[in-house]
């Protein structure tokens, strides 16, 4: 069963009814955080017990937290990256620079997205030396193999090879964190697909 969401007042009860009394086994949303939170709370509303799968375009775990409460957990998440609550590197520096330079920001996928691409740039920057061009910065990122990001996992560049990032990320929301349940490799996942 597939529904889209056409609800701009965000009211779903009718819709979490159909799904409910169809006996769906799961929902898979993949809207952005602002449609989420109130598909999440009617499915709570409704005491549905049904396994909710959030998609990467609203899989922000800080809002999921604060903006869905009770209602986000034991939501599974699927992530691109190492997700910015872990508690180890490189997302502990990540959050220590953060709440120096940031002016009030708090975690969130996006600002760890420009953090972390920076430092990237940065590493690439300084592998190249002093004689900077576009063309010799591609041309290092194209010789990057099993290069450890620390939050996207094993990058892995090349002339016809742009997918950069290795792993994605399963997680499930419990007591309000992300908790990383499983990490698998996109590329073994696209391997697997053909």
Known sequence: MNEKLKNIKMEYSGLVSKMKADKADC??????AQWTIPLLKEIERQAWKVNRIVG????????????????AEGVYITYNHL??????????????????YGEGAKPSMYNLTGYMLSQMTAQGLQ??????TREKLIDKYETWKDYDSGWLGK????????????????????????????RVSIRQITKDCR
């Open 155 to 182: 990058v892995t560049l090349g002339p016809d090879d742009h997918v950069a990032g290795e792993a994605q990320y399963m997680i499930q929301m419990v007591n309000g964190k992300g908790k990383i349940l499983d």
């Open 27 to 32: 929902v898979v949303i993949t809207t952005t």
């Open 83 to 100: 997700p910015e609550d872990v508690d180890e590197e490189p997302m502990i520096s990540y959050r220590k620079n953060l709440e120096k």
């Open 127 to 132: 592998q190249i030396g002093r004689d900077v």
């Open 56 to 71: 990467m375009a609203s899989a922000n775990l800080t809002l999921l937290a604060q903006l869905g409460g009770s209602a």
